[in-house]
T-cell receptor, first 116, second 108 residues
Framework: GAGVSQSPSNKVTEKGKDVELRCDPI?????LYWYRQRLGQGLEFLIY????????KSGLPSDRFSAERTGESVSTLTIQRTQQEDSAVYLC??????????????FGDGTRLSIL | GIQVEQSPPDLILQEGANSTLRCNFS?????LQWFHQNPWGQLINLFY???GTKQNGRLSATTVATERYSLLYISSSQTTDSGVYFC??????????FGQGTELSVKP
């Protein structure tokens, strides 16, 4: 597609349930990133993928959070046993990866997650 | 890790005014981006500018990498410029570290 696509755009669920968030990167982008934005704050890094591998998952807040990527394309972020503090907008970004050079990251519109 | 500070935290302008937003960072970077987050939450790329100067219409940005700061200039501001402006940097070849943003409100 033309841009990064995320689904669902909104998700409301009860505390304790598991949720799965999806990200479709820009076609041809080998790097994919997940960020979280709490209300009124900046973005916090969660994890990034280069191809299907995750060189840096240092931002995942707890072992309830996991992510995977398949086919160097779609990625899913899973939150198990959701807690109210997980309420936030989850943003995905993708970029080209040209050796050691950095490329700009392009963001999707995010998934707004609300835990009741 | 690298620290990113943005100033001012809030800014109110009358339509037509000019403004300068600043981003200071604590270490050398190989990626710096400016974003505009509109009132609907969409994060729009403005500039990819690890060094040098770029212009796009009424917006321009300058990064002085040796002095570890970047400036975003908005000229002839419009109400549609309202929102939060974020600076984000990367020095490890991966994640972006975001500042806390500057919230801009342009009044008609």
């Amino acid at each position: 597609g033309a841009g990064v696509s995320q689904s669902p755009s909104n998700k409301v669920t009860e505390k304790g349930k598991d949720v799965e968030l999806r990200c479709d990167p820009i076609s041809g982008h080998t790097a994919l990133y997940w960020y979280r934005q709490r209300l009124g704050q900046g973005l916090e890094f969660l994890i990034y993928f280069q191809g299907n591998s995750a060189p840096d998952k240092s931002g995942l807040p707890s072992d309830r959070f996991s992510a995977e990527r398949t086919g160097e394309s779609v990625s899913t972020l899973t939150i198990q046993r959701t807690q109210q503090e997980d309420s936030a907008v989850y943003l995905c970004a993708s970029s080209l990866w040209a050796g050691s050079s950095n490329q700009p990251q392009h963001f999707g519109d995010g998934t707004r997650l609300s835990i009741l | 890790g690298i620290q990113v500070e943005q100033s001012p935290p809030d800014l109110i302008l009358q339509e037509g005014a000019n403004s300068t937003l600043r981003c200071n960072f604590s270490d050398s970077v190989n990626n710096l981006q400016w974003f505009h987050q509109n009132p609907w939450g969409q994060l729009i790329n403005l500039f990819y500018i690890p060094s040098g100067t770029k212009q796009n219409g009424r917006l321009s940005a300058t990064t002085v990498a040796t002095e570890r700061y970047s400036l975003l200039y908005i000229s002839s501001s419009q109400t549609t410029d309202s929102g939060v402006y974020f600076c984000a940097v990367d020095n490890q070849g991966g994640k972006l570290i975001f500042g806390q943003g500057t919230e801009l409100s342009v009044k008609p």
